[in-house]
């Protein structure tokens, strides 16, 4: 039977009232680009974030004025009914930035620690138990999230000379994921030492590779039953860092292995932050794991059908879609599971729209000049004339209004 694997069994988290792992649904999550000491410019993104379907947002707090502006930010979020969970991302000086400043501390719904740079030598001990200490008082998860770009030097020389030395050496790049993989789980074991509960523990491996995601991974998955946060780290722009996260994470997902997800890509500039969010909401319906929106199937188009109403028609669709669902979502129960077809000529049109709640096939060229729609199965019109896409989006939201409305009859009736 087509499928993935059956998800890999992991110890849920509740952050901020967002459960991750132990079953539940694969979260969404992604993170802000603004000065979190900019007050206004964070609010405004994350409720950008959180409207695209973020359930987390990670913000920075590297600086006193960041954590001083955390607890304003959350209660401006909460008083405009934004209660989506802020996570704290620290580096160096978490430990100190957490002490000094309680309320941020209080406010944030998960803090993340990266243990290659919670300090070094002796010192590393001190700053790593104070974070986990300061998670256990304002009982708050945390996400131990090792990065191969900021890696434990001192575990990975110590890898690397215990390597050189083995009868049997592996490569420096298996010793690099061990010692990434070593990192999460040092660090968790730490904090369990220290009173944390595995249910406020999430891990995270992230590296820029495909290849190495999926093998450290895949290890990590296997040696372990913490929650487990994925992506890929510096992906990159454009298509080129979508299709990189989406083929790596969308592997480990069919594996059974991931419980929430981020899409790390690289805006242009001035480009719309909440592109990561859409990816990573598509990247999960595709493969059928959750359901963000309705559908649209539609044709790549070819020599059959030289016009581009079929294009204009799907992208229209597509964009009314987009743009209702904010205000569906509350008037309209389940019309996320919606599927049109905009089809573009007689040759796979009527099947593919046959499949589809509703669907229309467009006359390709030297076809007669009419478009058979078809509703849950069935042949229930066919419309001709110049304004064929105006009457297709007036069915479409008849259909919408009488499968998903108040009344929820049947197309039958
Ligand atoms: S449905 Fe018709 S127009 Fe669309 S790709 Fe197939 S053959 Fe070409």
Redesign the pocket.
């Known amino acids: 039977m087509a499928g993935p694997a059956e998800r890999r069994q992991s110890v849920g988290v509740d952050v901020g009232g967002v459960m991750v792992g132990g079953g539940a649904p694969v979260v969404v999550q992604s993170m802000t680009n603004t000065d979190t000491a900019d007050i206004d410019a964070t609010v405004k993104q994350v409720m950008q974030l959180a409207r695209a379907g973020s359930e987390i947002v990670r913000i920075t707090v590297d600086r006193d004025e960041s954590a001083a502006a955390v607890p304003e930010i959350r209660d401006r979020l909460v008083s405009m009914g934004y209660d989506v969970p802020l996570v704290g991302d620290f580096h160096y000086i978490g430990h100190k930035l957490l002490t000094d400043h309680p309320a941020c501390a209080e406010a944030l719904a998960k803090y993340r620690i990266n243990p290659g740079n919670v300090g070094f030598k002796a010192k590393r001990d001190t700053q790593f138990s104070t974070l986990i200490d300061i998670a256990n008082k304002y009982d708050k998860p945390v996400r131990i999230g090792v990065n191969w770009g900021s890696l434990d030097e001192e575990l990975l020389t110590k890898l690397m000379d215990e390597n050189a030395a083995s009868a049997a050496p592996i490569s420096a790049a298996a010793v690099q994921r061990e010692a990434i993989i070593q990192s999460a789980l040092l660090s968790a074991r730490r904090a369990e030492e220290l009173g944390m509960g595995r249910d406020k523990i999430i891990l995270s491996t992230k590296v820029s590779d495909v290849q190495h995601l999926i093998a450290v991974y895949q290890d990590l998955a296997a040696r372990c039953d913490y929650a487990l946060h994925l992506g890929l780290t510096e992906a990159g722009m454009g298509s080129k860092g979508i299709v990189a996260s989406s083929a790596a994470l969308g592997i480990l997902l069919q594996q059974g292995i991931g419980d929430t997800i981020r899409i790390s890509l690289t805006p242009e500039p001035g480009g719309d932050r909440t592109t990561e969010v859409k990816v990573a909401q598509e990247l999960l319906q595709t493969m059928g794991f959750r359901q963000f929106l309705p559908v649209v199937a539609a044709?790549?188009?070819?020599g059959?059908?030289t016009s581009t109403t079929f294009q204009t028609l799907a992208k229209d669709i597509q964009d009314h879609l987009n743009i209702s669902m904010p205000e569906w979502r509350e008037r309209y129960p389940g019309v996320e599971t919606l599927s049109v077809a905009v089809?573009?000529?007689i040759?796979?049109?009527p099947g593919e729209s046959k499949h589809a709640n509703i669907g229309i096939s467009l006359p390709?060229t030297g076809e007669t000049p009419a478009a058979p729609v078809f509703v849950d199965g069935e042949k229930v019109a066919t419309l001709r004339g110049a304004d064929v896409a105006d009457q297709f989006k007036v069915m479409v939201a008849d259909y919408i209004e009488r499968k998903f409305g108040a009344g929820q009859k049947t197309a039958a009736e």
Do not use: I, Q
Request: glycine residues 30%; contains cysteine.
């Open positions: 044709c790549p188009g070819c059959r059908t089809m573009g000529c040759v796979n049109g390709g």
